[in-house]
């Protein structure tokens, strides 16, 4: 696995963080074991010394503003490139099913019922997760604005998906500020 | 010896051939020099194409998906460019104009899952050990603020600014409406008396 570059050490932003926590959610949703999946990426790839057990990863994921118990602690740049790194692979794996949910060619009727299923699988992670006060929640469960938001969220997974999305979803999620 | 490397997304498929550029001391795996490459896109068409046209599409499409990353859609590809791409009605279009004289441009319209299938395989392209092309790859930074501004509806953007000006303003209106004080009636100090004696 390519390391990142050493020069870049810029931390994430608080939207950066929520961001990538949101697309690990959406990942889970997606995925029944993705959060073993996640703690074995974490393993698989040398992470251990960041993360040494699921407890501390689940810590790390924590520091999202978003969340119900959310960690003020701020997180270093190579704990947030690790878990770039995680997602872009989870993202890979995953990719077939990203690709479906993205796609026109497939029959609407059935691929509206995997995107009903992905959102009532995701709503019920972002309940039971995050913090239904704060905007960014109320949004994304938003009859009107949640749809377009998670399309959003999976339309970056397959776009960062595999090696070459790491830099890419990195820069995203470094983004300014608006 | 040529050699041929294919990289393969559901709808999209790249095949890249060449030769290893021996005289630079790569070996005999290596492609080194690339004589051409054919594209099937979408089950549309099928490109043929050299490097010039290769490298094209990178410095079109990687930027475009950078840019989709990060939810601000914009058009890449110079008019005299021979690929351009840009955000359509529904999906992406994606133009291929040709160096033949009196050939019309071709748009291929791709959707989400063709277009980050193509990402895909011109990501596999760019970060593969076994060809050896500097492809200038623009570098992938963070956008500035003045390229997000429109990711937030205007209102939203203007409303804290607005909502500042205008409680100022309200403010500055009550406090003009107060009477100002007069100013107190003056007298004139007294002095104390000498002391006297000392």
């Known amino acids: 696995m390519a390391e990142a570059p050493a020069s870049v050490q810029t931390p994430l932003s608080r939207r950066g963080i929520e961001r990538l926590d949101l697309m690990l959610l959406c990942a889970e949703a997606l995925d029944l074991n993705g959060g073993e999946a996640m703690v074995w990426l974490s393993e698989e790839m040398g992470f251990t010394d960041l993360f040494p057990n699921r407890v501390e990863l689940w810590k790390r994921r924590c520091s999202n503003p978003l969340r119900r118990n959310t960690r003020r602690a701020s997180l270093k740049p190579e704990e947030t490139d690790a878990l770039i790194r995680i997602l872009t692979a989870l993202s890979e794996r995953l990719y077939p099913m990203l690709r479906t949910l993205l796609s026109s060619a497939e029959p609407a009727e059935l691929n509206a019922q995997r995107w009903d299923l992905f959102r009532s699988r995701l709503r019920e992670l972002v309940l039971e997760r995050l913090n239904p006060r704060r905007g960014g929640v109320q949004r994304l469960l938003d009859p009107e604005q949640g749809p377009a938001l998670s399309r959003e969220l999976v339309q970056a997974m397959a776009l960062c998906a595999g090696e070459g999305g790491f830099e890419r979803l990195r820069a995203s999620l470094l983004d300014a500020a608006v | ?198």
């Open chain 2, 1 to 198: 010896m040529k050699l041929t490397t294919r990289y393969e997304q559901t709808s999209c498929r790249l095949i890249v051939e060449g030769l290893p550029d021996l005289s630079a001391g790569q070996d005999a795996s290596t492609i080194g020099i690339l004589t051409g490459f054919t594209m099937g896109l979408a089950g549309q068409t099928e490109l043929e194409g050299k490097r010039e046209h290769l490298q094209a599409l990178l410095s079109a499409v990687i930027p475009y998906a950078r840019h989709l990353l990060s939810g601000v859609p914009k058009a890449f590809g110079a008019a005299d460019a021979p690929v351009a791409i840009a955000p359509g009605e529904t999906g992406h279009q994606l133009e291929l104009r040709s160096s033949q004289p009196n050939t019309p441009p071709l748009t291929l319209r791709l959707d989400d899952a063709e277009l980050s299938d193509l990402v895909r395989c011109l990501d596999q392209l760019r970060l593969d050990s076994r060809l050896a092309l500097p492809f200038e790859a623009p570098p992938l930074l963070p956008l500035a603020r003045k390229e997000l501004r429109h990711r937030q509806p205007l209102l939203r953007r203007i409303a804290a600014p607005v909502a500042g000006v205008a409680a100022l303003a309200i403010s500055a209106a009550l406090i003009a409406m107060l009477p100002t004080p007069k100013p107190a009636a003056q007298t004139a100090p007294e002095l104390a008396p000498p002391a006297k004696g000392g």
